[in-house]
């Protein structure tokens, strides 16, 4: 098989496509390298330029007439930035996608395996969510996969495609052979923050603490990434099994179907460093959800897939790739 994956040199998309060679699975990797990293697409058949532009589209298709399916990992994240650019947003991540899928139709590529996003849940319960549950996007990029999302399920009604969207939970970790992990040593999610407070010798801030969970902090699901990518390679080997001509688009939480506070989060910190990282308690921010964990029966039944990885190794594995990252900005 042989498989093109957009945002192929960003952390989601360059692990996937690090699993998939694993698996036997040819890429090809489509980015711009806006946040992209050119090492992670190094040896994959790594083409630099715009999902919208048509003629790149092409030239791909045409230089690899086998691609079977898409995974399409290119998007914007950010979720203060698209509050400060939701024209940006929409464009970047429905817009670009529009046009990318009406290049695909045109070349004849039908599957497509999309990144969407567990932000479109209504996320404010601190409880299981499945796939049938309430929908609130609270953010212009959280709107963006929803939407996204939109369009794949009407394109699939019309025959034009297959698709699978994956829902991601809140992936965590690197590869755990180091070859692909996050761009940035100091990442801005929630286990960033704990690292960045550990390094700094400050209190990590806890955000609201009379939330509807068990320790009244917010709740998420950290999966490893290392998982996440696994899955995508469920789905791209299963594909046909999974989005078939009576059911042409299907949706799929990915996620370990366990939910962590955020004090459970520094707990699980201080196992893996032995450090006792200080907290302050705050305020409620706008915008901060109790949230919610996956229900992952419909992964387990139709790509058969679990997560497998703990999240002590996915801290592990984050403090081992930022180490590198230091280590590699000192050679």
Same mark, same amino acid.
């Given at each position: 098989?042989?498989? !093109?994956?957009?945002?192929?040199?960003?952390?989601?998309?360059?692990?996937v496509a690090t699993a998939c060679i694993d698996a036997g699975i040819d890429v090809v990797v489509l980015d711009d390298l806006s946040t992209g990293m050119r090492a992670f697409g190094e040896g994959r058949?790594?083409?630099?330029?715009? @999902?919208?532009?048509?003629?790149?589209?092409?030239? &791909?298709m045409t230089e690899h007439p086998d691609i079977d399916a898409v995974v399409h990992c290119a998007a914007r994240i950010v979720v203060p930035e698209s509050v400060a650019d939701p024209l940006g947003y929409?464009?970047?991540?429905?817009?670009?996608? &529009?046009? #990318?899928?009406?290049?695909?139709?045109?070349?004849?590529?039908?599957?497509?395996?999309?990144?969407?996003?567990?932000?479109?849940?209504?996320?404010?319960?601190?409880?299981?969510?499945?796939?049938?549950?309430?929908?609130?996007?609270?953010?212009?990029? =959280?709107?963006?996969?929803?939407?996204?999302?939109? @369009? #794949?399920?009407?394109?699939?009604?019309? $025959?034009?495609?297959?698709?699978?969207?994956?829902r991601y939970f809140n992936p965590v970790g690197a590869d755990p052979r180091l070859r692909t992990g996050l761009q940035n040593p100091t990442p801005s999610h929630v286990l960033g923050k704990i690292m960045?407070?550990?390094?700094?010798?400050?209190?990590?801030? &806890?955000? $609201?603490?009379?939330?509807?969970?068990?320790? /009244?902090?917010?709740?998420?699901?950290? &999966?490893?990434?290392?998982? !996440?990518? #696994?899955?995508?390679?469920?789905?791209?080997?299963?594909?046909?099994?999974?989005?078939?001509?009576?059911?042409?688009?299907?949706?799929?939480?990915?996620?370990? /179907?366990?939910?962590?506070?955020?004090?459970?989060?520094?707990?699980?910190?201080?196992?893996?460093? $032995?450090?006792?990282?200080?907290?302050?308690?705050?305020?409620?921010?706008? /915008?901060?959800?109790?949230?919610?964990?996956?229900?992952?029966?419909?992964?387990?039944?139709?790509?058969?897939?679990?997560?497998?990885?703990?999240?002590?190794?996915?801290?592990?594995?984050?403090?081992?790739?930022?180490?590198?990252?230091?280590?590699? =900005?000192?050679?």
């Open positions: 098989m042989k498989v !093109l994956i957009t945002g192929g040199a960003g952390y989601i998309g360059s692990t058949n790594l083409y630099v330029g715009d @999902i919208a532009d048509a003629e790149l589209v092409r030239r &791909i929409y464009d970047a991540n429905v817009g670009k996608t &529009i046009r #990318l899928l009406q290049h695909l139709r045109a070349a004849g590529v039908t599957r497509v395996v999309f990144s969407s996003s567990a932000s479109v849940y209504a996320g404010d319960s601190g409880a299981g969510v499945d796939e049938d549950g309430a929908l609130a996007p609270a953010s212009p990029y =959280a709107t963006s996969k929803a939407m996204v999302e939109q @369009i #794949l399920a009407d394109a699939a009604s019309s $025959g034009d495609l297959r698709a699978v969207a994956l960045q407070a550990h390094a700094e010798r400050a209190a990590f801030a &806890i955000t $609201g603490t009379d939330w509807p969970t068990r320790d /009244g902090s917010g709740l998420r699901d950290y &999966i490893h990434v290392w998982d !996440l990518a #696994l899955a995508h390679v469920a789905a791209v080997r299963r594909f046909d099994h999974v989005a078939t001509a009576q059911n042409p688009y299907r949706v799929i939480n990915l996620g370990t /179907g366990d939910g962590v506070t955020v004090r459970e989060l520094v707990d699980a910190y201080t196992r893996v460093t $032995g450090v006792a990282v200080p907290v302050v308690e705050q305020p409620r921010r706008p /915008g901060d959800q109790a949230g919610a964990f996956a229900i992952v029966d419909r992964a387990a039944a139709l790509l058969e897939w679990r997560s497998e990885r703990s999240l002590d190794e996915g801290v592990r594995d984050a403090l081992r790739w930022a180490a590198k990252l230091r280590e590699d =900005a000192l050679d």
